[in-house]
């Protein structure tokens, strides 16, 4: 069976009229609310979950309505005084799991899950950092703390048993510059070329998709292709 994991990243507060848009938009694409949402706890230290009481009561609907959450970073801002490539070129200074020590990632890692956890009286459904990106003692201290999934450009992964569970590039979009639209695009027009070439789909959007026309129209072009092709699945499912 050919699987489609769909996902909203950054879901915060912050964000909170750009999220609920997506998740009506992705909900229409997908028949259902299988989705994966990713919470940031404290969005750029200024959006606290744990203070939003409202923000908190509408994460457990969702949780409770089949939304798969996962702990997405603690600030999601990246603080390394000196960045990598990836860093540099492949994010806006959202890697913020990139650089963290074994100590500071198990850190970030406890309190953020206590904050989600807290808000959708359920436990996350496993971690993914930032920008996709992991120090190697980042991905240490998930294996610590025991989340049952996480997930990289390229694979999902069990930090407990250390199992590759799925093989295959995320599709997404970025919005920050017309060349990255523009690249963007060309990669999703691409993948739709071909559904059949990816065995387990991952598709994730953002808020900032919102505000760019074209983006919304190929993240609704490419949920469409591969709806006919994959099933809508749970993240969880890979642990089955």
Known sequence: MKRLFASIHD?????????????HRLAGLLGSPRMAMLVVPDFEDDAPLSRNPVYAAKLRDWANAGVEIFLHGWCHRDDAKVRGFMQKHMTAGAGEFAQLTRDEANRRLTAGRKVVEDAIGQPVAGFIAPAWLYSQAAKHALTDQRFALAEDHLRVWSPVSGKILARSPVITWASRSTPRVVSSLFVAAAARAAPWALKDARIAVHPGDTTVPALLASIDATYTTFVRTHTPSRYADLLA
């Open 11 to 23: 879901v915060s507060p912050r964000f909170e009229r750009q999220v609920d848009a997506l998740y």
